[in-house]
């Protein structure tokens, strides 16, 4: 599964569409519809629900950046969410120009990621979430449109004034907010020409089956050493995490059974489960992606949100436990980028974000992390990629015979053509090679020539050609080549012939 969720970031959705394995003799297949369990995703952009709160920010700031000791700042305002995630810089702070009353740390995008519903904006409502991420960050377009701003002005020094669309709080922010969670899918699968094309339906209203993810642990012995755990208090949820599926070191001790998901509008379709052992391991591994370990439970972090809550009246102030920092560094000139926690910057990098390639990341994660399900559902199927029991049969197409090859009559006529060019060419090898070849032999106008010789033959012949062959069945002619005289030409000076013997016929 974790190299499911880091395909999400170099592959494309249509990528993870062909990663699906399947078996196609024929080139044409149609599966019947089948349901999944799955991972879903959403989206909601939430920059209306940004507020901005005045001063008061500056000791929470210090806490988190660490200012240089000695160093007076400016008040910090802060923009935040309805969930206690917020982002906050020095008042006048321009945080692309390193000429500005900023600290050497200047938070430019920061994010707050959690398991727990009701510590989102947006997705309280989502009763199996896996995930959900908040994101505050700077858009991008204003700052183009300003003219003041552009990549290669990076760090440069003195060249923004104090424009407002570059300084703290006055620059525009944009805040969107995401969530994987687990559901329920209808598959639709064909193969056409030996390309395979599915399509994902989300069943809606999916919730938990009744008694699921409540139980300790069938174990005797194991039951009983969590109900003594149960009963101390730090082993105790809070009444706002106790439904929530994000793992905690303390409060995932007692051990729950495995999550049910149902359809109540399709009584008939088999529920799904999803392992607690399962959601633990995928709940800790998203918090060691994109949070932070040295801002997360941190105790000076945590008295600092206290205080806030408290004196600016900011209830259930989280603050952030992630962020992408510009930090100059004073010595060497240089602007260092950094994302904290480092895979950060893979979700959400340097490079202008937005709404929209946040949304597609969480797309490609949901995608990638449904085909894992669909392919190693029980443990057995790991080694085997899912062959053992993850199979469906479908409906193979029948080939349609278009043309048919039959392959003797080809053959006959190659042989035909073949014989007829072998013969062509042994006739003209032959005939170049005979120079004492007669002429009447192959020319018309020499046979007229000879035809004195023997036109008295067919004197008595009727008019008819089988007249004409007859006699010449019956008559013997005798051999006689004159090849000097046939090689002379036919225009000469007039010598008187000898005479000529008459060739008188005889009956066989």
Same mark, same amino acid.
């Given at each position: 599964?974790?190299?499911?969720?880091?395909a999400?970031?170099?592959k494309?959705?249509?990528?993870?569409?062909?990663?699906?394995?399947?078996? @196609?003799?024929?080139?044409?297949?149609?599966?019947?519809?089948s349901?999944?369990?799955?991972? @879903?995703?959403?989206?909601?952009?939430?920059?209306?629900?940004?507020?901005?709160?005045?001063?008061?920010?500056?000791?929470?700031?210090?806490?988190?950046?660490?200012?240089?000791?000695? &160093?007076k700042?400016?008040?910090?305002?802060? $923009?935040?969410?309805?969930?206690?995630?917020?982002?906050?810089?020095?008042?006048?702070?321009?945080l692309?120009?390193?000429?500005?009353?900023?600290?050497?740390?200047?938070?430019?995008?920061?994010?707050?990621?959690?398991?727990?519903?009701?510590?989102?904006?947006?997705?309280?409502?989502?009763?199996?979430l896996? &995930?959900?991420?908040?994101?505050?960050?700077?858009?991008?377009?204003?700052l183009?449109?300003?003219?003041?701003?552009?990549?290669?002005?990076?760090?440069?020094?003195?060249?923004?004034?104090n424009?407002?669309?570059?300084? &703290?709080?006055?620059?525009?922010?944009d805040?969107?907010?995401?969530?994987? =969670?687990?559901?329920?899918?209808? #598959?639709?699968?064909? #193969?056409?020409?030996?390309?395979?094309t599915?399509s994902?339906?989300?069943f809606?209203?999916?919730t938990?089956t009744p008694g699921?993810?409540?139980?300790?642990?069938?174990?005797?012995q194991?039951?009983?050493?969590?109900?003594?755990?149960?009963?101390?208090?730090?082993?105790?949820?809070?009444?706002?995490?106790?439904?929530?599926?994000?793992f905690?070191?303390?409060?995932?001790?007692?051990g729950?059974?495995?999550?049910?998901l149902?359809?109540?509008?399709?009584?008939?379709?088999?529920?799904?489960?999803?392992?607690?052992?399962?959601i633990k391991?995928l709940s800790?591994?998203?918090?060691?992606?994109?949070r932070?370990?040295?801002?997360?439970?941190?105790?000076?972090?945590?008295?600092?949100?206290?205080?806030?809550?408290?004196?600016?009246?900011?209830?259930?102030?989280?603050?952030?436990?992630?962020a992408?920092?510009?930090? &100059? $560094?004073?010595?060497e000139?240089?602007v260092?980028?950094?994302?904290?926690?480092?895979?950060?910057?893979q979700?959400?990098?340097l490079?202008?974000?937005?709404?929209?390639?946040?949304?597609?990341?969480?797309e490609?994660?949901?995608?990638?992390?449904t085909?894992?399900?669909?392919?190693?559902?029980?443990?057995?199927?790991?080694?085997?990629y899912?062959?053992?029991?993850?199979?469906?049969?479908g409906?193979v197409g029948?080939?349609?015979?278009?043309?048919?090859?039959?392959?003797?009559?080809?053959a006959?006529?190659?042989?035909?053509?073949? @014989?007829? @060019?072998?013969?062509?060419? *042994?006739?003209? =090898?032959?005939?170049?090679?005979?120079?004492d070849?007669?002429?009447?032999?192959?020319?018309s106008?020499?046979?007229?020539?000879?035809?004195?010789?023997?036109?008295?033959?067919?004197?008595?012949?009727?008019?008819?050609?089988?007249? *004409?062959?007859d006699?010449?069945?019956?008559?013997?002619?005798?051999?006689?080549r004159?090849?000097?005289?046939?090689?002379?030409?036919w225009?000469?000076?007039? #010598?008187?012939?000898?005479?000529?013997?008459r060739?008188e016929?005889?009956?066989?």
């Open positions: 599964m974790e190299g499911a969720i880091m999400a970031f170099y494309s959705v249509e990528e993870l569409r062909r990663a699906t394995r399947f078996q @196609c003799s024929s080139g044409n297949f149609t599966f019947d519809e349901q999944t369990l799955g991972a @879903c995703h959403r989206c909601n952009d939430v920059t209306s629900q940004l507020v901005e709160r005045e001063g008061g920010f500056d000791d929470f700031l210090d806490t988190m950046a660490k200012y240089e000791h000695g &160093w700042y400016p008040p910090a305002n802060a $923009l935040y969410l309805s969930n206690g995630h917020l982002i906050t810089n020095s008042n006048g702070c321009r692309y120009d390193n000429d500005g009353d900023c600290p050497t740390s200047r938070f430019t995008s920061t994010t707050f990621g959690t398991g727990n519903p009701n510590k989102t904006v947006s997705m309280k409502g989502v009763d199996t896996l &995930w959900s991420m908040s994101f505050i960050y700077p858009n991008f377009a204003a183009s449109n300003s003219g003041l701003f552009a990549p290669s002005m990076l760090g440069s020094k003195g060249n923004q004034g424009a407002p669309a570059v300084t &703290w709080p006055t620059i525009k922010l805040a969107s907010e995401c969530a994987l =969670y687990y559901c329920l899918k209808n #598959v639709t699968s064909t #193969v056409k020409v030996n390309e395979l599915e994902f339906t989300e809606d209203g999916v938990r699921s993810r409540n139980d300790i642990g069938s174990s005797s194991v039951q009983d050493l969590l109900r003594e755990n149960a009963r101390k208090s730090e082993f105790q949820a809070p009444a706002d995490e106790a439904r929530s599926l994000e905690h070191k303390m409060w995932s001790v007692l729950y059974n495995s999550l049910g149902r359809d109540p509008s399709r009584p008939l379709l088999r529920s799904a489960e999803v392992q607690e052992d399962s391991s800790a591994h998203f918090q060691g992606l994109f932070w370990k040295a801002w997360f439970d941190n105790a000076t972090i945590r008295e600092s949100l206290q205080n806030i809550s408290g004196i600016m009246g900011l209830e259930d102030a989280v603050g952030f436990n992630g992408t920092t510009l930090e &100059w $560094l004073r010595q000139e240089v260092d980028q950094k994302s904290r926690p480092p895979m950060l910057g979700l959400m990098p490079s202008p974000p937005d709404h929209r390639k946040i949304t597609s990341i969480f490609r994660m949901a995608f990638s992390m085909n894992e399900m669909r392919r190693t559902s029980q443990p057995e199927d790991q080694a085997g899912g062959r053992a029991t993850m199979t469906h049969t409906l029948g080939p349609i015979v278009l043309y048919r090859v039959v392959w003797p009559w080809v006959l006529h190659v042989a035909s053509v073949v @014989c007829a @060019c072998i013969f062509l060419l *042994m006739t003209v =090898y032959s005939s170049d090679h005979q120079d070849a007669p002429l009447w032999k192959s020319s106008l020499a046979a007229i020539r000879r035809g004195h010789d023997i036109g008295d033959l067919f004197g008595s012949a009727g008019s008819s050609v089988r007249d *004409m062959e006699i010449a069945r019956r008559t013997y002619v005798g051999k006689r004159i090849n000097q005289e046939e090689a002379k030409p225009i000469e000076e007039t #010598v008187e012939p000898a005479a000529k013997p060739m016929p005889r009956t066989p």
